[in-house]
């Protein structure tokens, strides 16, 4: 995790995809608000490294459970607090994502739906 990492060591990302050619916003958003300040940089061509330090697989969908429980940890010290509101249903949808990512098939569709019973959409 980057809590171990002095501040000016960049994080590195690698364009193993096509159509990764930048880092999303987003994600360049989200990480000051979780404390993590330091540089992001996508590597994009061949690229020798004096240091390496890989980060543990904290979260991944394929296992069970998905987070590992020091991203949990992690999560809980950093997380900024924000008020839950129990009537607000909000649905991720890939089908802005564009054509590299992967969708469900008639996602539209499944979107319609999912407005029509008050869900928000993004």
């Not at 608000?33 to 020798?48: A, E, F, K, M, S």
């Not at 089908?95 to 019973?117: C, D, I, N, T």
Request: net charge negative; charged share 20%.
């Amino acid at each position: 995790m980057a809590e171990g990492l002095p501040a000016d060591v960049p994080i590195l990302f690698l364009n193993a995809n096509p159509g990764f050619d930048q880092i999303p916003g987003y994600f360049a958003d989200l990480l000051p608000v979780l404390g993590v300040t330091n540089p992001l940089v996508l590597i994009t061509q061949p690229t020798r490294v004096g240091s390496l330090h890989m980060g543990a697989d904290l979260c991944n969908l394929d296992h069970s459970p998905a987070a590992d429980r020091y991203f949990l940890d992690w999560l809980g010290r950093n997380r900024p607090a924000v008020p839950v509101d129990p009537d607000l249903r909000i649905y991720v949808s890939r089908s802005r994502m564009g054509p590299h990512a992967q969708q469900y098939l008639e996602e539209a569709v499944l979107e319609a739906a999912l407005k029509a019973e008050g869900y928000h959409v993004i």
